[in-house]
Nanobody, 120 residues
């Protein structure tokens, strides 16, 4: 079994910041790309940011310059630093990772999601 567990969500005022974390655990052989998606009420899930095992990153246009994705391979953790938050960032944020598990199966795994609410 492989598990992804997010933390760090919550309620923040417009202009504020939050840092999301996601730790991978379980029967892991190799972790490849990691990333964050979000889903707002009534909207489709969208990719927010992604990072390769070598640290290459990409972002959706709406968060460029405000969000930063990073990872600590030793800790099997991916982070999303979110600054200058606005109400349009309100969503459930999901961590995802492409993982080669101990059975040598390459699969995409998802966390359970963490709520981020931006409101005054």
């Amino acid at each position: 079994q492989v598990y992804l567990v997010e933390s760090g969500g919550g309620l923040v005022q417009p202009g504020g910041s939050l840092r999301l974390s996601c730790v991978a655990s379980g029967s892991i052989f190799v972790i490849n790309d990691m990333g964050w998606y979000r889903q707002a009420p009534g909207k489709q899930r969208e990719s927010v940011a992604a990072i390769t095992s070598r640290g290459q990153t990409n972002y959706v246009d709406s968060v460029k310059g405000r969000f930063t994705i990073s990872r600590d391979n030793a800790k099997r953790t991916v982070y999303l630093q979110m600054n200058s938050l606005n109400p349009e960032d309100t969503a459930v944020y999901y961590c995802t990772a492409s993982i080669l598990n101990s059975d040598y199966q390459l699969r995409d795994y998802w966390g359970q999601g963490t709520q981020v609410t931006v409101s005054s």
